[in-house]
């Protein structure tokens, strides 16, 4: 089971930090994933990141601002959403799988959404 937590309302420029607890499996055993739905448009995928940790990818659209970061010790991973646009405003979800970790919407385990707004 995958939580997702840490969404809110904050002005551009703002910064919020998400979190995914995992439970009920070997959280260390997945790659993960953050995917957000913006108003109206399909799921876009924003960041994943491997087993380990050690490699990270992202989306353009956030390179450089929305860092992606786990714990496999507390079963969480996080994205911290720094310099946000009102662009980013959408329902975000975590992921997981065994041995996948692009950026296609395939992804066998799924979290409920946390909503981040980003006014103008």
């Known amino acids: 089971q995958l939580q997702a937590s840490g969404g809110g309302s904050v002005q551009a420029g703002g910064s919020l930090r998400l979190s995914c607890a995992a439970s009920?499996?070997?959280?260390?055993?997945?790659?993960m994933a953050w995917f957000r739905q913006p108003p109206g448009k399909e799921h876009e995928f924003v960041s994943s990141?491997?087993?380990?940790?050690?490699?990270?990818y992202y989306a353009d659209s956030v390179k450089g601002r929305f860092p992606i970061s786990r714990d496999n010790a507390k079963n969480t991973m996080y994205l911290q959403m720094n310099s946000l646009k009102p662009e980013d405003t959408a329902i975000y979800y975590c992921a997981a799988d065994t041995n996948y970790v692009g950026a296609r919407y395939n992804y066998d385990y799924w979290g409920q959404g946390t909503l981040v707004t980003v006014s103008s």
């Open positions: 009920g499996r070997t959280f260390s055993r997945y790659n």
């Open positions: 990141i491997t087993r380990s940790g050690k490699t990270t």
